[in-house]
């Protein structure tokens, strides 16, 4: 072969692995009784494997918004949102909750946990609704409630749990599926600032441990600042 010979087709693609999420050109409106408001003007990121992304902004700049579609909880109203390779606006609501299920943790502000319900039993419901039979799902919400130092609290109910405890089991119940994503919306804003750093510690240590994406919304400027990568919103716009 000469030297001159062109690159194979493999050579020339881009170099490195391809990114978990690809946003491009993202926008999203909603209209209120015909007025259309443009929350998302323009929205273009990526995020790999195991990178930790904090998204930063105003209060009403769109970050939930932003992080709702990143779920699969919503629909952009233009541009494309690709996960893992797959163009998420051309997939039917079947595939999407497949994938959302599959691929994807949530961890909110509130950490949502069902009440009545004790922390084991919390863990298992992605489990539960992905079929995962009885006792790997016991186990496996053992180990991880121990992972996040939990083990002695496995039947305790919500309500016995300090909002730091609640939010680690939000975690657990988050990683059940093992998900190479994990967004978090505001997770440490109803905390105070020990059980916020415990829970930055164990959401950064269980992502690297298990190569999770995470993707975290904050106004905390010691969350963002422990992020590989922070992302601005303003005016609708990352940058
Ligand atoms: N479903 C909706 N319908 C109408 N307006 C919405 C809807 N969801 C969000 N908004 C508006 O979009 C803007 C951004 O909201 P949000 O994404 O919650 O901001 P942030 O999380 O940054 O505080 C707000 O003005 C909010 O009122
Ligand atoms: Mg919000």
Redesign the pocket.
Known sequence: MSVDAPAPEAARRRPGPAPLLEVEGMTRH?T?SGTR?D?LRDCTFRVGRGEVVAIV??????????LNVLGLLDRPSGGTYTFDGVDTTRLGEGPRSRLRGEGIGFVFQQFHLLERRTALANVGVPMVLGGVPLLRRRTRARELLEAVGLGHRLHSQPHQLSGGEQQRVALARALSREPALILADEPTGALDAASSTVIMDQLLEQARIRDAAVVV?THDPKVAARADRVVE?VEGRTR
């Not at 902004?57 to 932003?66: F, P, R, V």
Request: glycine share 18%; hydrophobic share 45%; proline share 0%.
């Open positions: 909603f209120v408001i929350v902004g105003q209060s009403g700049s769109g970050k939930s918004t932003l919304v919103l």
